[in-house]
């Protein structure tokens, strides 16, 4: 993952979802580890749409911080993002996704 201010962290996701009428309910945990070892804990709910297996789907959730560590100790806040998947190609295991969101958080001063 690519950051606004040019940081690159590596994301480690565990996901899991329920299909309901029209889509499906999701419930993501994300772990956001950066090059000095710190990280941001994250938990997203939401849903995802579109629902017809083959066809583009769109997803939205609302994200709050759970925990941070190193620079991110103490942290707090929410985060948005919106992803739209693409169906996979011959050969691929599944859809790709692509997607933007916005992390809104504070730190405590030290």
């Known amino acids: 993952m690519c950051l606004k201010k040019g940081e690159v962290a590596i994301v480690n996701q565990v996901a899991t979802s329920e299909t309901v009428k029209g889509g499906y309910s999701v419930l993501l945990y994300n772990t956001l580890t950066f090059p000095d070892g710190s990280a941001i804990i994250l938990r997203s709910r939401g849903a995802l749409g ?4 083959g066809s583009p789907a769109t997803a939205g959730w609302k994200t709050e911080i759970l925990k941070g560590t ?17 169906p996979p190609e011959k050969g691929e295991p599944g859809p790709k996704a692509v997607g933007e969101g916005t992390i809104t958080y504070t730190l405590p001063s030290k």
Do not use: D, L, W
Request: aromatic share 10%.
């Open 70 to 86: 190193g620079r991110f100790e103490g942290i707090n806040g929410t985060a948005s993002a919106k992803s739209k998947f693409i």
């Open 50 to 53: 579109g629902g017809v297996p």
